[in-house]
């Protein structure tokens, strides 16, 4: 980085310091905050979606998908994250590729599954060989991406279906008077007045799902966490920057992202929750309660 | 770089088409990058070490273009068998549990021995102590049944934190790692034992994968023959290291 | 090996009772169902002994950040805030880490018939230090939800019971408390089923394993590494949460019918109504 730098042997105190705090390998670690942070505003409105399709599915009237639905969101909160992260993300990989191969390669007539191998043909692989380094990352980071809305939209699911609960029976059947089809109901009704009372919720789900962020490294994308045990861990005078482990520093570093994370966030949501009140002849004391929990 | 998941390169030499062709396959090499001199991420962010180098020159030899990832240990065979990489080249001895797996190269380092290493100056019980090994290694596996008290912990750093800190009386791990912070630790660790654990060092490949595991023995065959396998286990060992 | 064989020989593996060896090749489903089994126990164990304590110090929490005197409503304001900002997988690494710093020394403790050596090295041990951290990481969560409700307990109520001569401590035992109680319940529900799962990372992540004793994960991680297939052990793993998660809500439901028993029965379901549910 520095001009300086070129000899870290020879650098003592803060020459030291500022050189040591700009290598490459610390680059990456403050990207990696982007990542964090990109991976977080992708999979809010993803788990959303799924969470929105679950909480709806099991409130379908059509009894296949609301066993569907109800399997999803309830299935899905028993398993503690980290076990699901632990298989899932490999079985969605083979699952797309398996689904390639036999749209791609009808042809090939070998196994997929020889022994322990799960092989498929050239052209089903995801992404590409030929594809640069590039997209294998970004495809790695999607399907994290997509491990963790599978397992939020579940919790969203439960949270949306308790707030479509909730709307006043008072209202629907107002509407009902009115003469409106089921499907005006759920669109002018429900779905406005549902928001409020599942914000508080949602809220709450955004900071676990930040507080889920530490384990984006079994995924295998390079989040904070990993390049925070990398970067602490003892170096010997094989590196040109040796250092004891210093492990505990870098994770109060990352401790101090996060209490910042959740301080930022807590006060969008109240602002949020402000406006929604809006109108809504509540008092904020009844919001209080509902905003509880994680 | 990394991934468990990521999709997956090259992989199938289902290539017939392609091996005629001028154009180099891609080989993605899975490593763990923390695992020093073996493996492990500069301060450029690169992986490197002895296998980038070996593992540079073996695709050089065998025409192959090869792109590196690095993956957590633990899953590093489940992610090979389902295609994210190709290759591991991450300081993985040769086991016969491994290989039912797995198939293996011949091997790019002979079989070195693992060291305890201990607080100078400490009589440690060896085979009734409280001994700390990296979970999920050969090493672990060794105290499990050597009657010693084994702790596990997930990286190789906090093995050599728990001697230091008291918690366990040795550390049982491989000797290439440990000698460098041995020698540097002025005198406050030493070594108090060693045992042989487990073969060379071999490059881990799919069992369906024959051609690559071909190309691969060949390749290292021929470095062993012109010497330069010699040099850079030297280089990155030190001129005491045994060589082929 | 039959599977009765198996479950004498590592259905208590987990507290080190049984065959000292773990299975190394050929590991069956029935070996893979009972040393997982086995590490449950540990994640039973650590759930309820943080949940049991972390009730308490919750309560206490509550009312301390629901309390006008800063002297209170600033420390039970910063523990939860530090707790529920940061992620649980960083309290673990921290806490072991400062737990190591700690002089080994003993500190006797008098229990009156039997006096007991307490050690310092206890806390970097799973069964002590994991649980100091689940306590408090729980105690912040639920501290939360409970000030929360308490915020919404209806002010009439507690005039009442004022008009009627209660003291303070008897309003918040007889009249707030429950109603808080009874308005936090779906949401600590939530809490306690995070709560269970959250003890997989407790050898994961924060503390090593002594002699190969570790929980579900760890026993599946342990599978997953030599048979090298992660699509049996894990599963295996997640249907024991289920079946876990499940006996949760049964039970945390018992609670919510005992605390909603003086409704009438069509509205023992109308706080879950009133208070969207979290999580």
Redesign the interface.
């Known amino acids: 980085m520095f001009e300086f730098c070129v000899e870290p042997s020879q650098l003592q105190g803060l020459t030291w310091l500022s050189c040591y705090l700009t290598?490459?390998?610390h680059?990456?670690f403050y990207t990696s905050f982007g990542t964090v942070l990109l991976l977080l505003a992708l999979t809010a409105p993803t788990a959303l979606l799924f969470g929105f399709c679950g909480a709806v599915a099991s409130r379908s009237a059509i009894a296949p998908l609301r066993w569907i639905g109800r399997t999803y969101v309830?299935?899905v909160?028993?398993?503690?994250?980290?076990?699901?992260f632990?298989?899932v993300?490999?079985?969605?990989?083979?699952g797309f590729?398996y689904i390639r191969h036999m749209a791609l390669c009808p042809e090939v007539t070998e196994p997929i599954r020889?022994?322990?191998?799960?092989?498929?043909?050239?052209a089903a692989?995801?992404?590409?060989?030929?594809?640069p380094?590039w997209m294998?990352?970004t495809?790695?980071f999607l399907?994290?991406v997509l491990s963790f809305a599978i397992v939020f939209g579940a919790?969203a699911g439960?949270?949306l279906?308790?707030?479509f609960?909730?709307v006043p029976k008072a209202q629907i059947e107002t509407a009902q008077a009115y003469g409106m089809t089921s499907r005006q109901l759920f669109w002018r009704i429900l779905l406005p007045q549902m928001w409020i009372?599942?914000?508080?919720?949602l809220s709450?789900?955004w900071?676990?799902l930040?507080?889920?962020?530490?384990?984006l490294?079994?995924?295998?994308?390079?989040d904070i966490?990993y390049w925070a045990?990398?970067l602490g861990?003892?170096k010997?005078?094989?590196?040109?920057?040796?250092h004891p482990?210093w492990?505990?520093w870098y994770?109060?570093g990352?401790?101090v992202f996060?209490?910042l994370?959740?301080?930022v966030s807590d006060r969008a949501f109240a602002r949020l929750m402000a406006r929604f009140n809006l109108g809504q002849g509540r008092t904020g004391?009844?919001t209080?309660?509902?905003?509880?929990?994680? | 770089m990394k991934s468990l998941i990521k999709g997956t390169v090259a992989g199938m030499i289902v290539s017939v088409a392609l091996s005629g062709m001028a154009m180099a396959q891609t080989i993605r090499m899975g490593t763990e990058g923390a695992y020093p001199p073996y493996n492990f991420i500069n301060d450029a962010g690169q992986v490197d070490g002895f296998e980038r180098e070996v593992g540079d020159e073996l695709c050089k030899r065998a025409g192959l273009t090869c792109e590196w990832v690095t993956n957590e240990w633990d899953s590093i065979i489940p992610n090979l068998v389902s295609g994210n990489y190709d290759t591991i080249i991450a300081g993985m001895s040769i086991t016969a549990e491994r290989d039912k797996v797995i198939d293996f190269t011949q091997d790019y380092y002979p079989a070195s021995p693992s060291f305890f290493v201990a607080m100078s100056g400490q009589s440690v019980d060896l085979k009734g102590g409280v001994i700390a090994a990296q979970a999920a290694t050969i090493q672990a596996g060794f105290v499990a049944e050597s009657g010693a008290t084994l702790v596990e912990f997930a990286t190789p750093d906090e093995t050599i934190q728990a001697v230091r800190n008291g918690e366990a009386d040795a550390v049982l791990a491989d000797s290439d790692f440990l000698a460098p912070i041995v020698a540097e630790s002025n005198g406050e660790l030493e070594v108090v034992g060693q045992e042989r654990i487990g073969g060379g060092i071999g490059m881990g490949i799919r069992e369906s994968d024959g051609d690559l595991k071909a190309k691969m023995d060949k390749a290292i065959g021929s470095m062993k023959a012109d010497g330069t396998l010699n040099t850079m286990i030297k280089k990155w060992f030190g001129d005491d290291a045994a060589t082929f | 090996m039959s599977c009765l064989a198996t479950i004498q020989a590592y259905g208590l593996r987990s507290l080190g009772i049984g065959e000292r060896l773990l299975p190394k090749t050929d590991i069956t489903l029935c070996e893979h169902f009972v040393l997982i089994g086995s590490g449950m126990i540990w994640n039973v164990y650590f759930g309820i002994l943080a949940l049991g304590f972390g009730f308490w110090m919750a309560l206490a929490l509550a009312v301390g950040k629901n309390a006008h005197s800063p002297l209170l409503r600033l420390p039970a304001t910063s523990f939860i805030f530090l707790f529920r900002g940061s992620p649980l997988f960083i309290q673990f690494f921290v806490a072991y880490q400062l737990f190591v710093l700690l002089p080994k020394v003993g500190v006797a403790i008098n229990l009156g018939f039997v006096e007991i050596t307490a050690e310092t090295r206890w806390l970097t041990r799973a069964w002590l230090g994991a649980v100091i951290v689940l306590f408090m990481n729980t105690a912040a969560y639920a501290g939360e939800i409970f000030y929360g409700a308490l915020r919404a307990v209806p002010k009439g109520d507690v005039e009442a019971a004022a008009a009627f001569g209660m003291t303070p401590r008897q309003i918040f035992w007889r009249v707030q408390c429950p109603t808080m109680l009874r308005l936090a319940w779906p949401s600590y529900t939530n809490e306690a089923i995070f709560m269970f799962h959250a003890t997989t990372l407790v050898f994961f992540s924060g503390f090593p394993a002594w002699r190969q004793a570790g929980d579900a994960l760890y026993y599946a991680n342990y599978i997953a590494d030599k048979t090298f297939n992660p699509f049996i052990a894990y599963p295996v793993v997640a249907a024991y949460f289920i079946l876990l998660t499940l006996v949760i809500i049964g039970l945390w439901g018992l609670a919510e019918q005992y605390l909603n028993r003086h409704l009438p029965h069509g509205q023992r379901r109308r706080t879950r109504i009133r208070l969207p549910l979290i999580r």
């Open positions: 290598t490459g390998k680059m990456a309830a299935m909160r028993g398993v503690p994250d980290i076990v699901f632990l298989f993300p490999i079985a969605l990989d083979q590729e020889r022994g322990n191998d799960f092989v498929v043909c050239t692989k995801l992404p590409l060989n030929a594809d380094q294998h990352e495809y790695g399907l994290a919790f439960n949270t279906r308790g707030a609960e909730a009372y599942a914000l508080p919720g709450n789900l900071a676990i930040t507080k889920a962020t530490p384990l490294f079994l995924l295998g994308v390079e966490v045990r990398e861990s003892m010997t005078s094989a590196f040109s920057y040796p482990n492990q505990l994770f109060l990352l401790l996060y209490l994370l959740t301080w004391s009844d209080a309660a509902a905003g509880v929990g994680r």
